[in-house]
């Protein structure tokens, strides 16, 4: 390996370095779109921002520093294809639409197969395949008559078929720009800045419009026929779920994460058990995106304040650490639906205002809002339930002022 560094915070001036394949972001053909190029091994060519996999990329540099991973090391695509179709949908053409995410990300081994066998290293950003899950839950809902198995999507083990696609984020920066309604400059800098530095392309070099940020992606799991969505007729029940590792994976009762999920899950079993698609949206945002730590830190303060958790303190704890109550910013969240060519949800498994109001903001219809059944909450998650539903979430009930008063439990703040 070279000991030259080679910087890519200016383009390229001598006449013997590529220049960069320009990207025409809402293309209606992948063709005219252009490939997204990250390369590390030839940065001439580069026309992004950032590097794939980028929540990973330090574990990547400590691989090719210690040996274990060849610094030029280009994957093998070969039987990477998609287990299912996903588009073109007409959404993929309009470039306000989708700008945080890549549409022709699963497309890439064959849509732009010629630049791969010229050598260019041009990676997928998007993989879907097939699986089965299975949670206790779900045979709980058996049990109860709530679901019944079919043999196909449910079988009487509990197993369900799934179709799941893992999305890593592409930003398209002047279209984020936009849905925030500020200057791409003022937005540039203050990435450049909020990660201390870490891309200077970002405020030296305009002509690089997308952008691969070091952030945790989604996983989309699909219940029922792919190939329905995007067809006017096709039912689709949905449940969004933003990250949260001590109730999702570990069980803690002291929020509805878990529980909402599970729900989520069984009303789109449902749907696909009646000819329709289930979607289950699984977003990294750990602790509305302000992060485990900071999460912790607010159950501290929450349980240690005069008088103990109550709902009417829930968001104000938060936003004395954090300095906000959320950055999970819903606006950005339709963008995977218009990939999915999905104008309509018949069945919307969640409670969230802001996530509604993004996907109307969006054009996406909501027929009906699901809030989860009073009987799956946990005891130590009134709190929560009770802020959200006076902050405004979406309910079919709502608790009195005295209950708003009275300490319950210890809550969450997802």
Partial sequence: MSAHIVLTSHPARKKSDEAHQGIEWGAATAAQRGPLVASVANPGVRNVIGTHAGAYSVYRALAVASGALQRDHKPDLTNTMPAEVIGPHPQWADPGKIVSLDPWGHLVASEFKAQLDAGLDVRPTIAITKAHINMPELLAAMASGRLQPDGDILQANGDVKVTKAAIDPVWYLPGLAERFGIKESALRRHLFEQTAGMFPELVTRPDLKVFLPPIGGMTLYFFGDVSLLGKP??????????????????????????????????????????????????????????????????????????????????????????????????????????????????????????????????????????????????????????????????????????????????????
């Fill in 233 to 414: 007729e096709t039912k689709v029940a949905c449940r969004v779920h933003d990250e949260c590792n001590g109730s999702d994976v570990f069980g803690s009762d002291i929020c509805t994460c878990r529980p909402y999920l599970a729900h989520g899950i069984e009303v789109c079993i449902e749907m696909a058990q009646q000819g329709g698609v289930g979607l289950c949206i699984y977003n990294r945002k750990e602790g509305r995106a302000l992060g485990e730590v900071t999460k912790f830190l607010v159950y501290n303060a929450r349980k240690r304040q005069n008088g103990g958790d109550r709902a009417e303190t829930y968001f104000e704890r938060t936003e004395c650490v954090a300095g906000v109550q959320d950055m999970r910013f819903q606006q950005l969240m339709p963008d995977v639906f218009h990939w999915l060519g999905i104008k309509r949800i018949d069945r919307w498994a969640s409670m969230s205002n802001m996530k509604h109001g993004a996907l109307v903001e969006q054009g996406i219809e909501v027929v009906e809002r699901v809030p989860i059944p009073d009987a799956l909450i946990p005891a130590d998650a009134r709190v929560e339930m009770d802020a959200k539903k006076a902050a405004g979430y979406f309910s079919t009930y709502t608790p009195d002022a005295s209950e708003l008063a009275q300490p319950k439990g210890r809550g969450l703040m997802e």
